[in-house]
């Protein structure tokens, strides 16, 4: 484990408490799930999480995102180096920073002058898995659902080997909260060979679970800025 300290929230002040979960409109719930009411306990837990974390993370100051973004970028270059020490043909899938997100630009920029296939995922049909697309730093992003900007839709498609996902919150079984669409998710659960999955988030983020349900896939790694979390 890395040093999981918070950088702006002590961890017993930075989870709502069980009961939130009867205030919050119950929209989804998983229909994998054995109890459909406990899903939709845990769907509207989620719900209010994701909407404390996501307040969290926007009160950081300009300087402390990059900070972050510079401390991750750095540690996902260790991972690479003990991951991606194969053949240059890999394929990492990183994302586009959205929402306060850490930004990994420079990295991909730097990756990519390197040699390395750099991707970048995009949904082309709601519910379904996501699709991944070449990218270098020419290429001419279009706006994708959300208005997130992707590769255009005539940008090669590739299977990835190392996926990075964003993380809302995440917790020490190396359970992802993301924004609640299921997308990284479905795809990783289709597809094969399964590729190596990184989630890349705060230590403040990280939650005493996030009650997994049976749609959950557990990443590999979950990398913070103070270092490797989980795995590594």
């Given amino acids: 484990m890395g040093n999981e ?43 209010a999480e994701r909407k404390r974390l996501r307040e969290a993370r926007r009160t950081l100051s300009s300087s402390q995102r990059t900070i972050a973004s510079a401390a991750l970028m750095t540690g996902l270059e260790r991972l690479f ?3 991606l020490a194969g ?16 930004d990994l630009r420079p990295l991909m920029v730097e990756m ?13 049909t709601r519910a379904a898995p996501l699709v991944f697309r070449l990218w270098t730093p020419e290429t001419r992003m279009e706006r994708g659902h959300w208005n997130i900007p992707v590769p255009p839709r005539d940008a090669p498609e590739v299977m990835p ?34 590729p190596f999955s990184i989630g890349v988030g ?25 270092g490797s979390a989980v795995g590594g």
């Fill in 202 to 226: 705060l230590a403040a983020a990280k939650l005493p679970t996030i009650y997994p349900q049976p749609h959950d896939i557990p990443m590999d790694v979950i990398l913070t800025e103070r």
């Fill in 5 to 47: 300290s918070n950088s702006f929230k002590s961890e017993g002040n930075f989870a709502s408490p069980p009961c939130m979960a009867a205030e919050v409109d119950p929209g989804y719930f998983d229909p994998l799930a054995v109890d459909p009411e406990q899903a939709r306990d845990v769907a509207r837990w989620r719900t």
């Fill in 161 to 194: 080997d190392v996926v990075l996902a964003p993380l809302m919150g995440w917790d020490s079984e190396g359970y992802r909260l993301g924004y609640g669409g299921g997308y990284f998710d479905r795809t990783l659960a289709a597809l094969s060979p399964r």
């Fill in 112 to 124: 990519q002058a390197s040699g390395r296939s750099i991707a970048l995922p995009l949904v082309e």
């Fill in 87 to 102: 053949p240059s043909d890999v394929v990492v899938a990183f994302y586009w920073p959205i929402k306060d997100e850490p």
């Fill in 81 to 83: 180096e003990e991951h």
